[in-house]
């Protein structure tokens, strides 16, 4: 079974920077893509990064591009998202995602089979 573990969350001010770390873990899979989302209490799961290993392209929603990174050491089975000019809006529960089969849209998290337990983000204003 894949097991991803998601790492690095904590309390920061505004303006602060984070980084998460995901290890994954089980049995090998192809290397299509993997990606993060957030999730803020009372709403939806949302969209974050992600990175495909088969096209080399990096993936993020609107609200983060700019500001956040997202990078991988394939040799850790280790996806990363390093966080900067972090906003009380980014405050969420963070996950990481793989997919067992190539997505067709890497933003949608029914695309994704295998999910970490998530680590808090909170930034204080």
């Known amino acids: 079974q894949v097991q991803l573990v998601e790492s690095g969350g904590g309390l920061v001010q505004a303006g602060g920077s984070l980084k998460l770390s995901c290890v994954r873990s089980g049995p090998t899979l192809r290397n299509f893509a993997m990606g993060w989302f957030r999730q803020a209490p009372g709403k939806e799961r949302e969209f974050v990064a992600a990175i495909s290993w088969s096209l080399g392209s990096l993936y993020y929603a609107d609200s983060v591009k700019g500001r956040f990174t997202i990078s991988s050491d394939l040799a850790k089975n280790t996806v990363y998202l390093q966080m900067n000019s972090l906003k009380p809006e980014d405050t969420a529960v963070y996950y990481c995602?793989?997919?067992?089969?190539?997505?067709?849209?890497?933003?949608?998290?029914?695309?994704?089979?295998?999910w970490g337990q998530g680590t808090q983000v909170t930034v204080s204003s």
């Open positions: 995602a793989s997919p067992r089969n190539y997505p067709r849209d890497f933003t949608r998290p029914y695309e994704y089979d295998y």
